[in-house]
């Protein structure tokens, strides 16, 4: 099998990997347990083990241990979501997660958080790929990508301001279909060495893309935050955790243009069939693209059996 998936080692033990507590500790805080509580599971299951002089778990007695841990729902809730997790480590596919949504929706984070649960090593953005092609393509021949994207009307042509339609979104799409072109090389490289990866960026709009890739598991959703006060607060946090690096006074004067490309973002996703997820809270962000990423795995998984 082509690697693909990091942490692929049966975290319920057996024969020739005998039952780690650490690495089930990892997993179940992978699918959403709390850190105290996953450990605590995971050290009551190496105590039951040693008691029957077993060395692996069926998933039926981590589900009693996991109920009387942390009650019926939680529990029952906690073991499914964890055969979820292990159907998806024996899928014979690449993993292609793709996060989309407008800046400021705390993409990276998400997008970040959710390969390392999911043990994925490639991880890019979609502005890395146009900063990629700024240093191949000089700004008088493909002005857009050198600009961000909500300030990418500045290199439209003067026909092109006279086109109908609101020019910083003119200037957006006229970007996004440059950039395109290398997120699709990039997942055609994915799909030909058959590599999980997990990309993110504002260019990733529903529709103006090929995602039905049929040598991979692939999860498209974007990510909204559609109350303008906690948008703010996410550029403020950027400031703050950049140093100044990324100055919020910037994204302040460009939220107008930067909201505009949001909502077109979002009503994109509706017309495709996309998930949206509201992203004001980044636990609540994460594990709902968890969420998405493991029921896709259970789908396949359920059809190949």
């Not at 105290?36 to 692996?56: G, K, P, V």
């Not at 109908?164 to 699709?184: I, K, P």
């Amino acid at each position: 099998m082509t690697e693909r998936r990091h942490g692929q080692l049966d975290f319920l033990g057996g024969a020739s990997v005998p039952y780690s507590k650490g690495l089930m500790a990892r997993v179940l805080a992978a699918v959403g347990v709390q850190e105290d509580q996953a450990y605590e599971l995971a050290r009551r299951i190496e105590f039951d083990l040693a008691a029957r002089r077993a060395t692996a778990v069926d998933l039926d007695r981590m589900r009693e241990l996991a109920i009387d841990l942390l009650g019926e729902g939680a529990g029952s809730r906690a073991v499914r979501r964890l055969q979820r997790y292990r159907d998806l480590q024996e899928l014979d596919l690449p993993v292609i997660l793709l996060v989309g949504g407008g800046t400021g929706t705390g993409k990276s984070t998400v997008a970040t958080e959710v390969a390392y649960r999911l043990g994925i090593t490639r991880v890019t953005s979609t502005d890395f790929v146009r900063q990629t092609m700024r240093a191949f393509f000089a700004k008088e021949f493909m002005p857009s990508i050198h600009y961000s994207s909500f300030e990418a009307a500045l290199g439209l042509s003067k026909a092109e301001e006279e086109e109908s339609g609101d020019v910083a979104l003119l200037g957006f799409l006229d970007q996004t279909r440059n950039v395109l072109v290398g997120v699709e090389a990039a997942l055609q490289r994915a799909l030909d060495e058959g590599w999980s990866m997990v990309l993110e960026g504002v260019h990733l709009v529903p529709g103006m893309f090929e995602t039905n890739l049929d040598r991979a598991l692939v999860v498209q959703c974007v990510l909204a935050i559609h109350d303008e006060e906690i948008h703010r607060t996410h550029f403020w946090s950027r400031d703050l955790s950049s140093d100044g690096g990324r100055p919020v006074d910037r994204y302040m004067a460009a939220l107008p243009e930067i909201r505009m490309i949001q909502d077109y973002i979002v009503e994109r996703a509706r017309r495709c069939d996309v998930p949206v997820i509201e992203n004001e809270s980044r636990d609540g962000g994460i594990g709902a693209v968890m969420e998405l990423v493991l029921e896709r795995a259970e789908r396949i998984a359920r059809v190949s059996r």
